[in-house]
């Protein structure tokens, strides 16, 4: 089968932003998982926030959990406790965002 190289070229951008997009939600995880164990390296913080909004853009909701965590985190590191219910959060962010929605139907979700 031949493929036209327009298409070839499609089909490459198309792979390296899906890659770039995986690559933002893996640091973001990283950084949700540091949160939950009560140690966050700012370093990782702003690396991750820089990823998530230059792949997904400032009004993606993971971008906004993103800059919420950040405004937030000031606060958040005084008590590990809501630290770790934030880093929750963001893990239930890029879970929202990467699971396909469920079938309706009535057999399988009630």
Not at 12 to 41: D, E, K, Q
Not at 64 to 86: Q, S, T
Request: charged share 30%; proline share 4%; glycine share 4%.
């Amino acid at each position: 089968m031949l493929v036209h190289p327009r298409e070839l070229k499609s089909n490459t951008a198309a792979r390296i932003m899906s890659i770039a997009a995986i690559r933002a939600r893996m640091s973001m995880l990283s950084v949700a998982y540091s949160a939950r164990l009560g140690a966050v390296n700012m370093h990782d913080v702003h690396s991750a926030v820089d990823r998530i909004t230059s792949v997904f853009g400032r009004d993606h909701d993971l971008s906004r959990e993103m800059l919420g965590f950040v405004a937030r985190l000031p606060e958040l590191r005084r008590h590990v406790p809501d630290l770790a219910e934030a880093g929750e959060r963001l893990i239930r962010a890029v879970e929202r965002t990467t699971w396909p929605d469920a079938d309706e139907r009535a057999d399988i979700h009630g």
